[in-house]
């Protein structure tokens, strides 16, 4: 518990570096065709163009080596690491945003409905 505590206050300090986002990313978020998955990474939940394809694939590869590094640096594995980042990231999802739990099914946030986080978050 204390190494997810200490790992979940390192993600959110370096979050704003591995989040950069275009205007593009953004409006495929809020439409719902993008969104966080369970494992940390950004996923595409409906069909976006090549070059939105192209972004989410480069803020992977940036998130992937922020955990890799994360890890390294805690003894710990990257896939760890990005689990916990999933819990932060997925407690962050907003109405209306797309969002990918470990059954794999793609869901949207509604309105009123709580943060959509898998048990291990909690």
């Known amino acids: 518990m204390i190494l997810r505590f200490a790992l979940a206050t390192m993600l959110v300090a370096l979050a704003p570096a591995a989040a950069a986002q275009t205007p593009a990313v953004d409006a495929a978020r809020a439409a719902g065709l993008i969104g966080e998955r369970y494992d940390g990474l950004i996923g595409v939940a409906g069909p976006v163009s090549p070059a939105v394809r ?37 407690a962050r999802v907003g109405v209306g945003e797309a969002y990918l739990l470990p059954d794999r099914a793609w869901r949207r946030r509604s309105p009123g409905q709580g943060a959509p986080l898998p048990p291990y978050c909690r």
């Open 54 to 90: 192209g972004q989410v694939a480069r803020i992977n590869i940036q998130r992937r080596s922020l955990y890799s590094n994360l890890a390294a640096r805690k003894g710990v594995s990257p896939q760890d690491v990005g689990i916990t980042a999933g819990c932060e990231l997925l």
